[in-house]
């Protein structure tokens, strides 16, 4: 099964939240809020074209806009950590404009950062849509068998191993897995992480850990070898692949949970509307006959 076709099926059930922004109209006697959205959406994604969160935005922008009557632009915004996306994201403060990320992606900020740029309290969360699959490769010109025979080879050869990770919760369970496991790894930064994918193919880089779909055309090509995954559970594409408790390494589990965020603004206007429903039902309930 493709990625594509893997990440169609898994983002199926997060539609169901996101089309509740959509729902029919209340039966309220009071006027209906105005429907949304009211003009073309834009999803802006922090990682560039072909990662995991930014095909799994466009699969959605392919079928919501039947439902929603209006098209959605994707506009990626790689580097500086997921900074880029969520100033450009916050700096619209248009309830048209929101941000398709990974949640991982900025709530390990605060560990990174002393004083973040942006209030986190200005991401409201809409709806998660899907957990993508995170796996670790490495070349396979190496011939590594497991993720045990490459903590083993970085062991005996400290700080001669080059590593790219995806910024956010990845990037942080990737540090405590190489503290806990005793490596000297050295990081090699990207603007955008999808670009490393090559560079591991080649052998310029040693291990890499990021979505599935990211390293999936080099790993069909024979240049990646995905040594576990990353999840609690094997991944059902992938089924022939451990996961990193399964291979031994508890540290590197973690989950790639995605999701729509709004602004605050549109925090507010849900609130509002919900605020009056509440009233008319009272109103309503007051004049309904009695049994």
């Avoid at 699959?133 to 050869?157: C, H, Q, T, Y």
């Avoid at 405590?176 to 090559?198: E, H, M, N, W």
């Amino acid at each position: 099964m493709g990625m594509r076709k893997l990440c169609s099926a898994t983002v199926l059930a997060g539609l169901v939240g996101i089309l509740a922004l959509s729902a029919a109209p209340s039966q309220a006697q009071t006027p209906p809020a105005q429907a949304w959205p009211q003009r073309p959406v834009k999803f802006i994604v922090p990682f560039g074209p072909g990662a995991g969160a930014d095909i799994g935005a466009r699969l959605l922008a392919e079928r919501l806009p039947a439902r929603w009557g209006k098209p959605i632009v994707i506009e990626n915004r790689p580097g500086g950590d997921g900074l880029v996306a969520i100033q450009a994201f916050l700096s619209a403060n248009d309830d048209h404009t929101l941000l398709f990320s990974p949640s991982g992606n900025f709530t390990v900020h605060p560990y990174q950062y002393e004083k973040l740029p942006y209030a986190p309290a200005d991401l409201v969360p809409i709806a998660r849509v899907s957990n993508t699959i995170l796996a670790v490769g490495v070349p396979e010109s190496m011939k590594f068998a497991s993720l045990a025979d490459f903590v083993a080879r970085a062991r005996a050869e400290p700080g001669k191993f080059n590593a790219a990770v995806v910024p956010g919760i990845t990037e942080f369970t990737f540090d405590y897995f190489t503290k806990t496991a005793g490596l000297s790894v050295q990081k090699v930064p990207y603007r955008d992480i999808v670009q490393a994918a090559t560079d591991v193919g080649e052998g310029r880089l040693q291990i890499y850990m990021s979505s599935y779909a990211i390293l999936q055309p080099q790993t069909d090509a024979g240049r990646i070898k995905v040594l576990v995954v990353n999840g609690r559970v094997r991944a059902p594409i992938l089924p022939q692949i451990p996961t990193a408790i399964e291979a031994g390494f508890p540290a590197l589990e973690v989950e790639g949970l995605v999701g729509l965020f709004g602004p605050r603004v549109m925090a507010n206007e849900l609130a509002r509307g919900a605020l009056a429903k509440s009233r008319s039902g009272r109103r309503n309930a007051s004049v309904e006959p009695r049994n």
